[in-house]
Every structure is written in structure tokens, then in C-alpha cells.
């Protein structure tokens, strides 16, 4: 299944039962210059300095959409997911801060090995997880 960041579908939809047990970000969701975007950006900067403009008219709601769309494998406190930023700006400490330490944010080049490393943990849950699939 593919959705778009910021969308109905990565932002308001309900997966149960761990459902999904992984989301790809590819990107980051910047929204793209408008009249409206250097407004904002102008008057933070304005208020905080430049640096703060930028992270509160672009960084901010780019990550609130990736923890939006990030959310849709995570629904209650017994959901494993693997969350995939396919993006090196992610490992930048500008948008790594932004995302929450539960993240356990690792930069891998072995993307299958860190998976494979990820689920093995929960080895039942896994189990469960295919069983649910599979009904």
C-alpha cells in the first residue's frame, strides 16, 4: 500500500491489531515555497532569527506529517513497527531532534539486516503478526 504524506490515508486511518508492521518515508515532506510559507517563515525569523523561521514554517510540520504517517503501524502500546526515513537529512541533528527518542533512530546501510534485527526481538509477536495477516 502507497499513501501520501499529509493525505487521508497516512494521516487518518485506523490499522488494528499491528496491522502494518512497517512504513517508508521517502523524503522529507518540506511543503514547497508559497506566498503563505515566506509569510510565516518572515515572521518568525522576525521574532526567533532566521534558523527558528525555517524550522517552525518548514522542518515542524514536515516531521509532524512524517510522525503522523509513522502512526498509522504504531495504535496501542503492544504494536512493533519499523519505521524506514529514506533520507540521509533524517541523521541531521535539525530534524533528528525534532523525532521522539522512542524512535531508537539507527543509520544503517544494512536496512534487511536491521529489520531482520528488529523483529527477532519479538519473535512471538512476529508470529502473531503472520497469524493475523493470514486470518
Not at 44 to 65: D, M, Q, T, V
Not at 89 to 108: D, H, I, K, M, N
Not at 114 to 121: A, L
Not at 122 to 134: H, I, Y
Request: proline share 4%.
Amino acid at each position: 500500500m502507497m499513501a501520501v504524506l499529509g493525505g487521508s490515508l497516512s494521516e487518518g486511518v485506523d490499522f488494528k491489531n499491528n496491522l502494518l508492521h512497517s512504513v517508508v518515508i521517502a523524503g522529507v515532506p518540506i511543503s514547497p515555497p508559497s506566498i503563505e510559507n515566506k509569510a510565516l517563515m518572515d515572521y518568525y525569523s522576525e521574532k526567533f532569527g532566521r534558523e527558528k523561521g525555517f524550522e517552525y514554517s518548514f522542518i515542524y510540520p514536515a516531521i509532524n506529517k512524517v510522525l503522523q504517517a509513522a502512526g498509522r503501524c504504531i495504535r496501542s502500546e503492544k504494536d512493533k513497527a519499523v519505521i524506514f526515513l529514506m533520507d540521509q537529512r533524517y541523521a541531521q541533528s535539525r530534524y533528528s531532534r525534532c523525532l521522539p527518542e522512542s524512535f531508537g533512530f539507527t543509520v544503517s546501510s544494512d536496512v534487511g539486516g536491521e529489520v531482520e534485527k528488529f523483529f527477532s526481538r519479538f519473535s512471538s509477536s512476529r508470529k502473531e503478526l503472520v497469524e493475523v495477516q493470514a486470518t
